[in-house]
């Protein structure tokens, strides 16, 4: 399953390399397009931090390719843990907007308590 997020471009933004440079400079205005679960990666997995990667346009396509960090703790010293995963999302930039489509993990099932 995908959940789409629209961003608004600022007018006189017209190439993709202007559209690159926007997002590169303003993440704060779309990085909750970015999928930062990490519960799927570890079910005691903490999410710490992330850092954008790399953004590419070309013909009105976006990819953003990002890492999200994370700490798993177990009570044991050492079987804590901590882990980063390679992430990316991608876009279509048209009519002064990016939609970005990010998948969406399928929640967990649980063996029912009854059997």
Same mark, same amino acid.
């Given at each position: 399953? %995908? ?8 007018? +006189?933004?017209?190439?993709?390399? $202007? ?38 346009? #070309? +013909? +009105?396509?976006?990819?953003? !390719? %990002?890492?999200? !960090? ?15 995963? !390679?992430?990316?999302?991608? +876009?279509?930039?048209?009519?002064? !907007?990016?939609?970005? $489509? ?7 099932? #649980? ?5």
């Amino acid at each position: 399953m %995908y959940r789409a997020t629209s961003v608004v471009i600022p007018a +006189g933004i017209t190439t993709d390399d $202007q559209v690159r440079e926007w997002l590169a400079e303003n993440v704060e205005d779309w990085e909750a397009a970015l999928d930062l679960e990490v519960e799927y990666v570890d079910d005691r997995a903490v999410y710490q931090w992330h850092q954008i990667d790399d953004i590419d346009v #070309v +013909g +009105g396509q976006v990819r953003v !390719e %990002y890492t999200v !960090e994370y700490d798993a703790y177990y009570g044991c010293k050492d079987m804590d843990s901590s882990g980063e995963d !390679e992430r990316d999302i991608t +876009g279509q930039w048209r009519d002064g !907007e990016v939609v970005f $489509q990010t998948f969406v993990q399928p929640e967990r099932s #649980v063996p029912d308590d009854e059997l």
